[in-house]
């Protein structure tokens, strides 16, 4: 005889509900029900509850009750009921995964009873999220076999999320008391039927009778209707809220709007303690309400969204007369965190989140998690404010930023760790609603990048919630022709610590600016260059002479093409000549040399060079920049980092368009750093004026990495890229308490392997030094991209940076030294790759790094 679980028959796997009446009206439980119980009053399931309770542990169950309300316990002091208490207060993910984990550990045949769903909108205030968490639980609840009960209050929720439950779960009775009187009502039963089953049924000792009399059920429900007729309509719980704050503002009421004030701050707002503080001082109800109207679904708008407002709401109330003439008004929209479960959840992507958000699946998971986001499909809901969200911006492009809850907060930046794509909007409505909706998914996918999830885990917020929002906004610029661009766009940071002349004042601050679009600004510029300038000298070039200006300049400018669809890059040279209404005159210079060798080739000129001194000289750029970002500054406490964009008048002043605020990260205020006097070359590995990142360094070096470029030189791409990988084992079989210096030709971190080393920043996030050095006879030049997505990795991860240029007279290196005043280290690779990386260790001597940020002077020796 084959043993069946208990409490169910061999046939039909059948499970008792503890009444007799109600077993015969449903005929009995089956394994797998998911039962939800809807009640006016909670009485009304406790009620139900207790005999389903002792029913199933006389049949030897394990019973577990899930204990996440704020309502009275349903289930009293019971040794045979496994009580679990679970907050809800973490969040949507968190209390959702504690939930998924608890019932993997009990397996299968286990039953469960639940608190009140309702009772999840005091923790999240969103109704989504209590469909999405029940689409979530109900099918593995299914598949292990187990019977669970939930309770929920109809009138709490909107139509949507009580139809998603429906759709969902198995079983769903309606209770209704009128007085005395206990009807309920079973709407759901899922593979059984009855002629009677589906109709309203009255309790009378313990027996459930339907009503077969259509008048007695007319009148049935016209005393129900009656009763609820003085309800509100179903709204979701955060419709409600947002209608009841708008109804305290129209009334001026004072005490409402702070209450609201209070309730909706933490809902939109990132978490983050001194972010929300902000956002306390500077962001009123109306301008939340403002930021609901520009939301699509519900829950928190994200850290950069958080950031570019408050920062916008700094200046408008802190430097009024910039804030409201010299910035431009934003237009954002907020595809909001809770759009981004709902997202998973409706693609059945959950289980994929919970095997990776496992220690052994956290990355080995995630290239199968980001396939399944990049195929998933999108909620009609979404769809539809999507479409609405493109009527509005008309065919002007626009961008679709990341903007997850930990981004841009103090000391987690998330610089360039998650995608923003552009997209063009040109087409019929439907190839450009597929555009945004492609554009979206790969931001959604970035999620589950490797070097965003390493990012995420050495800094320990790898078991945090980091739910995706989106920043969608308006591309400011122009059209030309075929291309659409800004004037010019830039990122600035008030604290400079790349002062390259002892006359600057690092808190002065410092731009890298760009023509056309800001990708330039904020990116190293594989085989270009941005212009950097200190605020308090912006004519001040780092360069020796007009030569090494020109060449260090902007030769390449990111635009978007409308005929392709796609973001491009473009030579000034031919844009000049494409675009006759190109703000040359107001960004640029004529270098007359070069225009007249172009006069003589009968080539197209002037010949511009993008200097920008037009723009320093003849506008109130630099003092409107400089007052923006000490009034930011002042405000967060600490240095900031801006983007923005800028739109020139006919006499060339900018509106400055501010489209990111996040706090600067900095490598600390080191004290004074004393350069030893008269180092002996027979000491010193290398010495520079200048070209140096991070502030004063004083550090000891225990072991050096060296890439040979002369022997880089011959190795294919393919080697290339095998070197940039035994470059990262290095790094991580150094010892955690060793630091480790990496001296290479060109670019460490490029993605072109002819400019140098393409390592990924995941895999060298461990050293201490980054040094590149222009070797290879000019063939790979170092990039100081100050201000750029991989100075914010460097100072994040407290790496400090130097550019060598061993040509210059002010500069002094001597990679040979290496040899004899260390213990070279084999390396495990064959030939030629361990012909071209050399390995070296000082532990026992360490070599010590010294730059001191006033004289402009970094040297590494070693102490005699």
């Known amino acids: 005889m084959i043993n069946q679980p208990a409490g169910t028959s061999a046939l039909t796997d059948r499970v008792s509900t503890g009444l007799d009446g109600l077993d015969e009206v449903l005929d009995s439980l089956r394994i797998g029900d998911n039962v939800v119980w809807r009640v006016s009053d909670l009485a009304d399931y406790r009620r139900f509850v207790t005999p389903f309770i002792e029913s199933a542990t006389a049949a030897g169950r394990q019973v577990i009750y899930l204990r996440f309300g704020q309502h009275s316990p349903l289930v009293a002091d019971n040794p045979a009921v496994n009580t679990i208490v679970i907050d ?138 009656q009763s609820r007729s003085n309800q509100r309509p179903l709204l979701d719980h955060w419709d409600r809220l947002f209608q009841q704050a708008n109804e305290a503002l129209a009334q001026n009421d004072q005490d409402a709007i702070a209450r609201y004030h209070q309730l909706i701050l933490p809902l939109l707002i990132s978490p983050e303690e001194r972010m929300l503080a902000l956002a306390q001082k500077y962001l009123t109800l109306a301008d939340l309400l403002n930021i609901r109207s520009r939301m699509v679904g519900t829950g928190f708008i994200g850290g950069k969204a958080t950031g570019m407002l408050i920062a916008r709401a700094i200046l408008q109330k802190d430097a009024p007369a910039l804030g409201n003439h010299c910035l431009e008004p934003h237009d954002s929209n ?18 994929a989140i919970m095997r990776q958000r496992s220690a052994a699946g956290y990355l080995a998971e995630a290239d199968t998690l980001r396939d399944g986001i990049l195929a998933g499909e999108f909620p009609l809901d979404v769809r539809s404010e999507l479409e609405r969200l493109l009527d509005h911006y008309g065919q002007y492009p626009i961008l679709v930023r990341s903007s997850s809850l930990q981004e841009d907060s103090f000391g987690n930046a998330f610089a360039g760790k998650y995608d923003s794509v552009f997209v063009v909007n040109q087409g019929p409505p439907e190839e450009r609603l597929l555009a945004l909706e492609n554009a979206i998914r790969t931001v959604y996918a970035s999620s589950m990048s490797h070097d965003a999830l390493v990012y995420r885990q050495q800094r320990g917020l790898d078991q945090q919630e980091e739910p995706m929002a989106l920043l969608i906004q308006r591309v400011n610029g122009r059209f030309h022709g075929q291309y659409y661009m800004p004037d010019a766009a830039a990122v ?137 970002l000490k009034t930011l500054d002042d405000a967060y406490q600490h240095p900031v980092d801006v983007e923005f964009t800028l739109h020139l008048n006919s006499h060339g002043e900018p509106a400055i368009n ?129 201000g750029s997505h991989f100075f914010q990795d460097l100072v994040e991860t407290g790496i400090a940076y130097a550019a060598l240029f061993p040509q210059d007279n002010q500069c002094s290196y001597q990679p040979d030294w290496l040899d004899s005043n260390t213990q070279p280290l084999s390396i495990p690779a064959e030939a030629p790759l361990s012909a071209c990386l050399k390995w070296y260790d000082s532990a026992d001597a360490p070599l010590q790094l010294a730059g001191d940020l006033l004289s402009q002077v970094l040297v590494c020796y070693r102490q005699e």
Not at 103 to 109: P, S, V, Y
Not at 128 to 148: I, S
Not at 599 to 606: C, H, M, N, Q, T
């Open 88 to 225: 809800a207060l973490g969040g949507f993910e968190t209390f959702t995964s504690a939930i998924w984990q608890l019932i993997e550990t009990h397996g299968r045949g286990a039953f469960y009873i639940c608190d009140c769903l309702s009772d999840l909108l005091n923790a999240w205030a969103t109704d989504a999220m209590v469909g999405n968490f029940f689409r979530v639980v109900c099918p593995l609840l299914f598949q292990l076999d187990t019977v669970a009960w939930f309770a929920l209050h109809p009138q709490r929720h909107s139509r949507a999320t009580l139809d998603k439950i429906r759709r969902t779960t198995q079983v769903m009775i309606d209770v209704y008391r009128h007085g005395d009187n206990v009807q309920i009502h079973p709407v759901k039963a899922w593979r059984r039927q009855s002629p009677t089953m589906f109709l309203p049924h009255r309790e009378h000792d313990g027996r459930f009778t339907p009503v077969t009399d259509s008048s007695d059920a007319t009148r049935l429900q016209a005393s129900l209707e």
């Open 334 to 351: 907020y595809l909001a965190t809770d759009a981004y479960y709902g997202f998973l959840v409706h693609n059945g992507l959950w289980p």
């Open 492 to 628: 600035g940071v008030s604290r400079n610590t790349f002062a390259w002349d002892s006359d600057m004042d690092p808190k002065a601050g410092m731009v890298r600016l760009v023509m056309g679009l800001g990708t330039r600004a904020v990116d190293r510029i594989e085989g270009d260059h941005a212009c950097v300038m200190a605020l308090d000298f912006p004519t001040r070039q780092p360069f020796r002479n007009p030569g090494e200006s020109y060449r260090f300049s902007q030769h390449l400018v990111d635009v978007l093409d409308l005929h392709s669809g796609e973001l491009v890059t473009r030579p000034l040279s031919l844009l000049t000549e494409q675009i006759p209404d190109l703000p040359m005159a107001h960004l640029a210079e004529i270098d007359r040399e070069a225009s007249e060798r172009a006069r003589e080739l009968k080539l197209a000129e002037p010949v511009w060079r993008l200097t920008f001194r037009p723009l320093v000289r003849n506008s109130g750029f630099v003092p409107r920049l400089t007052k923006l």
């Open 658 to 786: 501010l489209v990111q605020c996040r706090p600067l990260a900095t490598l600390g205020e080191t004290g004074a750093i004393t350069i030893p006097e008269n180092l002996d070359r027979k000491h010193t590995l290398f010495r520079t004026q200048g070209h140096f990142m991070g502030g004063n360094i004083k550090l000891p070096i225990h072991r050096i990495i060296r890439v040979d470029a002369a022997r880089y030189s011959v190795l294919t791409i393919s080697q290339r890229h095998d070197l940039a990988r035994l470059v990262g084992t290095l790094v991580r079989q150094t010892p955690e308490n060793q630091k480790v210096m990496l001296i290479g030709p060109g670019r460490w971190g490029t993605s072109s392997p002819e400019l140098g080393v393409p390592v990924r920043f995941a895999d060298i996030a461990r050293v201490a030094v980054l040094v590149e050095v222009a070797e290879m006879s000019g063939d790979m030049v170092p990039d100081l991209s100050y």
